[in-house]
Protein backbone atom coordinates (compact mmCIF):
# COMPACT_ATOMS: atom_id res chain seq x y z
CA UNK A 1 0.00 0.00 0.00
CA UNK A 2 1.67 3.18 -0.75
CA UNK A 3 2.06 5.99 1.51
CA UNK A 4 -0.71 9.05 1.40
CA UNK A 5 2.51 11.55 -0.17
CA UNK A 6 3.26 9.08 -2.37
CA UNK A 7 3.17 10.52 -6.12
CA UNK A 8 3.84 7.87 -9.07
CA UNK A 9 4.56 10.81 -11.11
CA UNK A 10 7.08 11.87 -9.47
CA UNK A 11 8.98 8.78 -9.58
CA UNK A 12 8.37 8.72 -12.94
CA UNK A 13 9.95 12.15 -13.66
CA UNK A 14 13.37 12.37 -11.09
CA UNK A 15 14.11 8.71 -12.22
CA UNK A 16 13.86 9.83 -15.93
CA UNK A 17 15.61 12.62 -14.86
CA UNK A 18 18.33 10.58 -13.42
CA UNK A 19 18.66 7.41 -15.66
CA UNK A 20 17.96 8.81 -19.02
CA UNK A 21 21.77 10.64 -19.33
CA UNK A 22 23.44 7.96 -18.07
CA UNK A 23 21.16 4.97 -19.79
CA UNK A 24 23.87 3.94 -21.80
CA UNK A 25 26.93 3.98 -19.71
CA UNK A 26 24.84 2.39 -16.43
CA UNK A 27 26.04 -1.38 -17.02
CA UNK A 28 29.52 -0.88 -18.14
CA UNK A 29 30.01 1.45 -14.77
CA UNK A 30 27.33 0.01 -12.03
CA UNK A 31 29.34 -3.39 -12.35
CA UNK A 32 32.09 -1.99 -10.24
CA UNK A 33 29.86 -0.91 -7.15
CA UNK A 34 26.45 -2.88 -7.64
CA UNK A 35 27.99 -6.11 -5.81
CA UNK A 36 26.23 -9.34 -5.56
CA UNK A 37 23.93 -9.35 -8.53
CA UNK A 38 24.99 -12.25 -10.24
CA UNK A 39 25.24 -14.07 -7.22
CA UNK A 40 21.72 -13.14 -6.46
CA UNK A 41 20.37 -13.73 -10.26
CA UNK A 42 22.20 -17.07 -10.65
CA UNK A 43 20.77 -18.24 -7.12
CA UNK A 44 16.75 -17.53 -8.30
CA UNK A 45 15.53 -21.06 -8.49
CA UNK A 46 13.00 -20.65 -11.75
CA UNK A 47 11.63 -23.56 -13.15
CA UNK A 48 9.95 -23.27 -16.78
CA UNK A 49 6.48 -21.91 -16.17
CA UNK A 50 7.70 -19.73 -13.03
CA UNK A 51 6.53 -16.29 -13.24
CA UNK A 52 9.72 -13.81 -12.15
CA UNK A 53 8.91 -10.09 -11.83
CA UNK A 54 11.68 -7.91 -11.22
CA UNK A 55 11.00 -4.60 -9.62
CA UNK A 56 13.08 -1.52 -10.45
CA UNK A 57 14.30 -3.55 -13.85
CA UNK A 58 16.73 -1.00 -15.49
CA UNK A 59 18.42 -2.03 -18.30
CA UNK A 60 17.34 -5.26 -18.10
CA UNK A 61 20.53 -6.81 -17.58
CA UNK A 62 19.28 -8.90 -14.86
CA UNK A 63 16.34 -10.14 -16.65
CA UNK A 64 18.66 -11.08 -20.06
CA UNK A 65 20.81 -13.35 -17.40
CA UNK A 66 18.04 -14.61 -15.96
CA UNK A 67 16.78 -15.44 -19.40
CA UNK A 68 19.39 -17.26 -20.43
CA UNK A 69 20.04 -19.39 -17.04
CA UNK A 70 16.12 -20.11 -16.86
CA UNK A 71 14.43 -21.22 -20.48
CA UNK A 72 10.33 -21.41 -19.95
CA UNK A 73 10.43 -18.51 -17.38
CA UNK A 74 7.80 -15.12 -18.04
CA UNK A 75 10.42 -12.51 -17.49
CA UNK A 76 8.44 -9.24 -16.56
CA UNK A 77 9.77 -6.10 -15.50
CA UNK A 78 8.69 -3.06 -14.06
CA UNK A 79 10.36 0.34 -14.08
CA UNK A 80 9.49 4.32 -13.74
CA UNK A 81 12.45 5.74 -15.98
CA UNK A 82 11.00 5.38 -19.60
CA UNK A 83 13.99 5.63 -21.07
CA UNK A 84 15.58 2.68 -18.50
CA UNK A 85 12.15 0.93 -20.05
CA UNK A 86 12.72 1.63 -23.45
CA UNK A 87 16.09 0.67 -23.57
CA UNK A 88 15.39 -2.92 -21.32
CA UNK A 89 12.96 -3.73 -24.01
CA UNK A 90 15.38 -3.51 -26.65
CA UNK A 91 17.79 -5.71 -25.75
CA UNK A 92 15.61 -8.39 -24.42
CA UNK A 93 13.94 -8.34 -28.22
CA UNK A 94 17.30 -8.42 -29.57
CA UNK A 95 18.80 -11.28 -27.65
CA UNK A 96 15.51 -12.82 -28.86
CA UNK A 97 13.20 -12.85 -25.28
CA UNK A 98 10.57 -10.80 -26.60
CA UNK A 99 8.20 -13.77 -26.61
CA UNK A 100 8.41 -14.44 -22.72
CA UNK A 101 8.73 -10.83 -21.76
CA UNK A 102 6.47 -8.15 -20.32
CA UNK A 103 7.36 -5.02 -19.46
CA UNK A 104 5.41 -2.19 -17.38
CA UNK A 105 6.04 1.33 -16.92
CA UNK A 106 5.05 1.47 -13.16
CA UNK A 107 6.32 1.64 -9.58
CA UNK A 108 6.94 -0.69 -6.93
CA UNK A 109 4.43 0.89 -5.12
CA UNK A 110 1.40 0.46 -7.28
CA UNK A 111 1.78 -3.08 -8.82
CA UNK A 112 -0.99 -4.82 -10.22
CA UNK A 113 0.31 -8.20 -11.59
CA UNK A 114 -3.50 -9.04 -13.80
CA UNK A 115 -3.50 -5.37 -15.22
CA UNK A 116 0.34 -4.78 -15.94
CA UNK A 117 1.13 -8.46 -16.95
CA UNK A 118 -1.68 -10.61 -17.00
CA UNK A 119 -0.88 -13.09 -14.26
CA UNK A 120 -3.01 -12.92 -10.90
CA UNK A 121 1.10 -13.32 -9.30
CA UNK A 122 4.43 -14.53 -9.26
CA UNK A 123 6.62 -17.14 -7.97
CA UNK A 124 9.74 -14.99 -7.99
CA UNK A 125 9.92 -11.11 -7.47
CA UNK A 126 13.64 -9.69 -7.47
CA UNK A 127 14.94 -6.23 -6.53
CA UNK A 128 18.45 -5.79 -7.41
CA UNK A 129 19.53 -2.15 -5.81
CA UNK A 130 16.13 -0.63 -5.78
CA UNK A 131 14.97 -0.61 -2.47
CA UNK A 132 17.59 2.14 -1.23
CA UNK A 133 16.63 4.41 -4.17
CA UNK A 134 13.04 4.50 -3.01
CA UNK A 135 12.97 7.21 0.03
CA UNK A 136 10.54 5.31 1.99
CA UNK A 137 10.40 1.24 0.58
CA UNK A 138 8.38 -0.11 2.93
CA UNK A 139 5.26 0.38 0.93
CA UNK A 140 7.14 -1.25 -2.10
CA UNK A 141 8.54 -4.10 0.15
CA UNK A 142 4.79 -4.50 1.24
CA UNK A 143 3.06 -4.46 -2.27
CA UNK A 144 6.26 -6.70 -3.20
CA UNK A 145 5.42 -9.50 -0.69
CA UNK A 146 1.27 -9.15 -1.72
CA UNK A 147 2.35 -10.14 -5.35
CA UNK A 148 4.05 -13.44 -4.79
CA UNK A 149 1.90 -16.82 -4.78
CA UNK A 150 2.15 -19.03 -1.92
CA UNK A 151 5.38 -20.51 -1.95
CA UNK A 152 6.78 -17.75 -3.62
CA UNK A 153 10.02 -15.77 -3.08
CA UNK A 154 11.60 -12.40 -2.71
CA UNK A 155 14.66 -12.01 -3.81
CA UNK A 156 16.89 -8.58 -2.46
CA UNK A 157 20.25 -7.48 -3.22
CA UNK A 158 20.96 -4.19 -2.02
CA UNK A 159 23.59 -2.22 -0.21
CA UNK A 160 24.17 -3.26 3.28
CA UNK A 161 25.14 -1.81 6.64
CA UNK A 162 28.83 -1.53 6.22
CA UNK A 163 29.28 -1.48 9.76
CA UNK A 164 32.42 -3.96 9.09
CA UNK A 165 34.11 -1.66 6.55
CA UNK A 166 37.12 0.67 7.95
CA UNK A 167 35.16 3.59 8.93
CA UNK A 168 36.46 6.30 6.99
CA UNK A 169 35.60 4.12 3.80
CA UNK A 170 32.18 3.70 5.13
CA UNK A 171 31.40 6.99 5.42
CA UNK A 172 32.69 8.11 2.40
CA UNK A 173 30.59 5.12 0.25
CA UNK A 174 27.31 6.52 2.50
CA UNK A 175 28.24 10.20 1.56
CA UNK A 176 28.64 9.18 -2.11
CA UNK A 177 25.49 7.61 -2.04
CA UNK A 178 23.76 9.74 -0.59
CA UNK A 179 24.50 12.76 -3.25
CA UNK A 180 21.89 10.07 -5.30
CA UNK A 181 19.28 9.96 -2.81
CA UNK A 182 20.58 6.14 -1.98
CA UNK A 183 20.82 4.82 1.35
CA UNK A 184 21.08 1.76 3.25
CA UNK A 185 17.74 0.71 4.23
CA UNK A 186 18.10 -0.94 8.00
CA UNK A 187 13.80 -1.18 8.02
CA UNK A 188 13.76 -3.53 5.02
CA UNK A 189 15.69 -6.43 6.86
CA UNK A 190 13.57 -5.11 9.87
CA UNK A 191 10.52 -5.70 8.58
CA UNK A 192 11.50 -9.57 6.99
CA UNK A 193 13.06 -10.64 10.23
CA UNK A 194 9.78 -9.57 11.89
CA UNK A 195 7.24 -11.34 9.46
CA UNK A 196 9.59 -14.42 9.69
CA UNK A 197 9.55 -14.76 13.32
CA UNK A 198 5.72 -14.23 13.50
CA UNK A 199 5.88 -17.76 10.97
CA UNK A 200 4.82 -15.67 7.86
CA UNK A 201 7.97 -17.02 5.74
CA UNK A 202 11.47 -17.60 5.63
CA UNK A 203 14.28 -15.45 6.00
CA UNK A 204 17.72 -16.23 4.83
CA UNK A 205 20.65 -13.48 3.98
CA UNK A 206 23.83 -13.18 3.04
CA UNK A 207 26.68 -10.75 3.47
CA UNK A 208 28.71 -9.66 0.95
CA UNK A 209 32.01 -7.33 1.49
CA UNK A 210 31.85 -7.16 5.24
CA UNK A 211 28.28 -5.74 5.19
CA UNK A 212 28.71 -3.72 2.36
CA UNK A 213 25.86 -5.70 0.73
CA UNK A 214 23.35 -7.81 1.99
CA UNK A 215 21.42 -10.69 -0.37
CA UNK A 216 18.17 -11.52 1.24
CA UNK A 217 15.68 -13.97 0.71
CA UNK A 218 11.68 -14.17 2.14
CA UNK A 219 9.70 -17.26 0.99
CA UNK A 220 6.33 -17.77 1.76
CA UNK A 221 4.55 -20.53 3.25
CA UNK A 222 3.45 -22.95 0.14
CA UNK A 223 -0.51 -22.44 1.43
CA UNK A 224 -1.36 -19.28 3.34
CA UNK A 225 -1.00 -19.67 7.06
CA UNK A 226 0.74 -22.51 6.63
C1 LIG B 1 20.25 1.39 -9.09
S1 LIG B 1 19.04 1.06 -10.31
C2 LIG B 1 19.06 -0.72 -10.39
C3 LIG B 1 18.61 -1.23 -11.72
C4 LIG B 1 18.67 -2.77 -11.87
N1 LIG B 1 17.78 -3.40 -10.93
C5 LIG B 1 20.06 -3.29 -11.72
O1 LIG B 1 20.30 -4.15 -10.87
O2 LIG B 1 20.92 -2.87 -12.50
C6 LIG B 1 17.50 1.37 -9.44
C7 LIG B 1 16.30 1.19 -10.34
O3 LIG B 1 15.12 1.30 -9.53
C8 LIG B 1 14.17 2.06 -10.25
N2 LIG B 1 13.21 2.64 -9.28
C9 LIG B 1 13.32 3.78 -8.56
N3 LIG B 1 12.22 4.00 -7.82
C10 LIG B 1 11.38 2.96 -8.06
C11 LIG B 1 10.08 2.62 -7.61
N4 LIG B 1 9.42 3.40 -6.74
N5 LIG B 1 9.51 1.49 -8.08
C12 LIG B 1 10.18 0.69 -8.97
N6 LIG B 1 11.42 0.98 -9.43
C13 LIG B 1 12.01 2.09 -8.99
C14 LIG B 1 15.02 3.09 -10.99
O4 LIG B 1 14.34 3.73 -12.05
C15 LIG B 1 16.19 2.23 -11.43
O5 LIG B 1 15.99 1.62 -12.67
Redesign the pocket.
Given at each position: MATRSFD?AL?HA???R??RPQRFV??AT?KFY?LG?DRLVDSIPARAGDRLL??????G??LLRLGRRCPGVLLCG????RS?LELSARRLARRGFAGRTRLAW????TLDPLAQFGVEAFDHV?????L???PEPLP?LERALAVLAPGGSLHL?DFGPMDRLPPPAARAMRAWLARFG?AHEPDVRAELERRAAAGAGKLETVEIGRGYAELLRFTLPARPGG
Open positions: PVRMDMYYDRLREIGCGTRNVEPAMGTAELASYCSIIAVV
